[in-house]
């Protein structure tokens, strides 16, 4: 099966620019992640959508970061204004269902914000 | 509030040595626990959880609820283990979110 879909791969900004993010899941999954991964650091969970309906945002910095997932598939996650400390990977990734174990990743779009 | 800790950032081992990467958890409640892999230019995968109780590429991990861990284990180490290794947990209850250690690069030393 085709594995989740990230673009951009490698986006660089300067500080106060927007930036998005997209992600297409594996077909079928409910389930959606956008994770942050600050070099160093293991994966921060930053929103989880179930099919359109958000689940858990509490760690998305809601006063710069935004996502949606309007059809319940494919996902966008926007940053504006950006910051330098928003330099990072950001993954996305998805499970079959809520609560399923297993979480597919996508490859990941590093950010490198001057 | 749930933690994963990887005491090790590297960890470097001799091909055909056995191999202990270490993991720590603090959770109030009985978690799910997960190691995931990322191998060079690859994608973070799922390697082993915890309630399936199965040996994957030779690896094992144990849950040791009096201690808090769940080290992963391989007794020989082969060159393609190569990889960074993350430790994750899971609550059972709520939106079941995973946090992830800070992850431990492990080199084989041919």
Redesign the interface.
Known sequence: EA??AQSPRYKIIEKRQSVAFWCNPISGHATLYWYQQIL??????LI?FQNNGV??DSQLPKDRFSAERLKGVDSTLKIQPAKLEDSAVY?CASSYS??D????????TRLTVL | AQR?TQPE?LLSVFKGAPVELKCNYSYSGSP?L?WYVQYSRQ????LL?H?SRESIKGFTADLNKGETSFHLKKPFAQEEDSAMY?C?L?SNFG?????????TRLTIIP
């Open positions: 594995g989740v160093g650091q293991g994966p921060k969970l989880q689940v858990d993954l809520f609560g174990n297993e979480q597919f990743f996508g490859p990941g | 994963v950032k799910e997960f994608r973070l995968q799922l959880r309630i993350y994750a899971r939106n079941e979110k995973l946090t992830f250690g800070t992850g």
